[in-house]
């Protein structure tokens, strides 16, 4: 698709801010069409933004095309897929969460683990969610644990007050 005025021809960026623009403007139906239209195959940033778009304003009814076109193309981007199976199991619909993950295990995708990474006395230090491997591990959980009683123990306190 070229422009007649100034003979140019968009490229895969153009359509993937038109479409972040669209949903950001919650005009998803719009954003799909458009979709439809181009020229290309969609990048994960323009599935991710239509996902987040659809999280977004509740619209699940452009999911099962979104998950068709992650079967047919190749993304190995994990986040796109947790936010579709997440967006699935916000609405209760497990049997699609379990189609999700399952199409994640045979392209062989995982999800990164979350990490906190905080520097003491020059020293950087990184955390893994459910990583003990870390020399000082069991001090820093039981730590945490006190922390957390805590703040609950002040949240209680400042909702009786």
Known sequence: MSSPLYNLSPWLEHYGCMVDLLCRAGLVEEAVELIKTMPMSPDVQIIGALLSACNTYGNVGFTQEILKSLQNFEFQDSGIYVLLSNLYASNKNWADVRN??????????????????????????????????????????????????????????NTLC
């Open 100 to 157: 999700v993950r399952r199409l994640m295990k045979q392209k062989g995708i995982s999800k990164a683990p979350g990490s906190s990474i905080i520097r003491v006395d020059g020293k950087s230090h990184e955390f893994l969610v459910g990583d003990s491997s870390h020399p000082q591990s069991e001090d820093i959980y039981v730590l945490l644990d006190i922390l957390t009683n805590q703040t609950y123990s002040e949240e209680h306190i």
